[in-house]
């Protein structure tokens, strides 16, 4: 049986194979289609990635209708475009990006002190540093700063366009010291955290699926100039459904490391990407840059994000911080709504329906839903705090 037959018959059965993934396919996944440019709100395109200013989105995230426009546009360029974007100025202030920066740090410092030593997915341990479950460590250490950090539609935006609502956000902190080594080219969770032979056990429309359920980002946290290593990317690798079983093999990675590119992102900048995407973090060639992101894997609420954090815990931390602002009005329902969407658990299920049934529709409500009453009707910090862990104890077993 000849290659292309094999290939063929393993997409009869509804199964991939490593050993049936074609380069040559691969590349010809890469070519530009007549579509691929068709981009109203991109402000430029650099090295087939396009990019947006944020300060030049400013209606288009205001108005309802722009806004669904602007989400159309970029849930198309993750799925069968670029597969990668980059948002400028997400923080044209960046002060909440130099309060986080200073929590992270200092968390790095500690877990170091205390003897732990966080390893990346797909690098070699040494130069770089990574904090595991930054979310809910920047929420309980710091929550004024988590507050001032997430309170950015822009993340919901882009988020919601291609998870929709209830989105999960998670996110782990990698700093890349002078010397920091590159990652190898992978695709990412789900299936890209799987073994070859795991991989090959799903049938093919869980590939195809798998991509829809997170989507991931990088914060910038300090300027990155190419040489510092910003993420090394191939556009529209997105498109080649064998992907997750050939991203392991040496003709992939090759090619990967022939053709990919690297942009500069300034602090403040944000890069989004479909995590089907073939990418890596790059070297850290300079002398004096610690190249520090906020690593964003946000998932769906349909779909099982990859670290388990204390929701309710957070939630008590971060109302009193709004709650004050909201009385006085010096923060809107939507900076708020931003805060909370990066805090709050959004999707009702699981849950213990016989403590916790429906009430007046199909689902009980949210952890999401009775934060934002709460905020909206100015409770307490007292009360709010009582009615989450009330709620948090009838979804229990």
């Known amino acids: 049986m000849s290659a292309t037959e094999s290939r063929r018959d393993a997409r009869g059965r509804n199964r991939?194979?490593?050993?049936?993934?074609?380069?040559?396919?691969?590349?010809?996944?890469?070519?530009?289609?007549?579509?691929?440019?068709?981009?109203?709100?991109?402000?430029?395109?650099?090295?087939?990635?396009?990019?947006?200013?944020?300060?030049?989105?400013g209606n288009a995230l205001e108005d309802a209708p722009r806004r669904?426009?602007?989400?159309?546009?970029?849930?198309?360029?993750?799925?069968?475009?670029?597969?990668?974007?980059?948002?400028?100025?997400?923080?044209?202030?960046?002060a909440p990006i130099d309060d986080a920066t200073r929590v992270f740090e200092s968390l790095i410092r500690q877990e170091r002190e205390a003897g732990g030593a966080a390893a990346d997915h797909f690098a070699k341990a040494g130069a770089n540093d990574r904090l595991w479950n930054a979310q809910e460590k920047l929420c309980l250490r710091a929550p004024a700063v988590f507050a001032r950090y997430f309170a950015s539609p822009v993340l919901c935006t882009i988020a919601e366009a291609w998870l929709g609502p209830h989105f999960q956000m998670t996110s782990q902190v990698n700093v890349v010291r002078p010397g920091g080594q590159a990652q190898q080219a992978h695709r990412d969770y789900h299936l890209g955290f799987q073994t070859v032979a795991e991989a090959e056990r799903y049938p093919a429309h869980v590939h195809a699926m798998s991509p829809f359920l997170t989507l991931q980002g990088a914060i910038a946290h300090t300027d990155m100039p190419v040489e510092s290593g910003p993420t090394k990317l191939l556009p529209y690798s997105q498109r080649y459904a064998e992907g997750y079983l050939a991203w392991r093999r040496q003709d992939f990675r090759d090619y990967f490391e022939t053709h990919c590119v690297q942009l500069p992102l300034e602090k403040g900048d944000a890069l989004f990407f479909n995590p089907a995407l073939f990418h890596a973090a790059g070297s850290n060639r300079t002398t004096s840059v610690q190249r520090m992101a906020n690593l964003l894997q946000i998932s769906s609420a349909y779909g099982r994000a990859m670290e388990s954090m204390n929701r309710a815990k957070m939630c008590e931390v971060v109302y009193p911080v709004l709650l004050d602002p909201m009385r006085k009005g010096i923060i809107t329902l939507e900076e708020a709504d931003a805060v909370i969407a990066s805090c709050a658990e959004g999707y009702p299920f699981p849950t213990n329906l016989d403590r916790d049934p429906p009430q007046s529709g199909l689902a009980p409500q949210s952890q999401q839903g009775l934060f934002r009453r709460a905020l909206t009707e100015l409770w307490s910090a007292d009360r709010f705090i009582a009615a989450i862990r009330e709620q948090d104890e009838r979804r229990k077993p």
């Open 68 to 94: 669904a426009d602007l989400q159309a546009e970029w849930a198309n360029v993750l799925n069968v475009g670029a597969g990668v974007l980059v948002l400028k100025r997400v923080y044209a202030d960046t």
């Open 16 to 57: 991939y194979r490593e050993q049936d993934c074609s380069l040559e396919d691969f590349v010809a996944a890469l070519r530009p289609c007549p579509d691929d440019d068709s981009l109203r709100f991109a402000a430029q395109t650099i090295d087939r990635v396009p990019v947006y200013d944020c300060h030049e989105l």
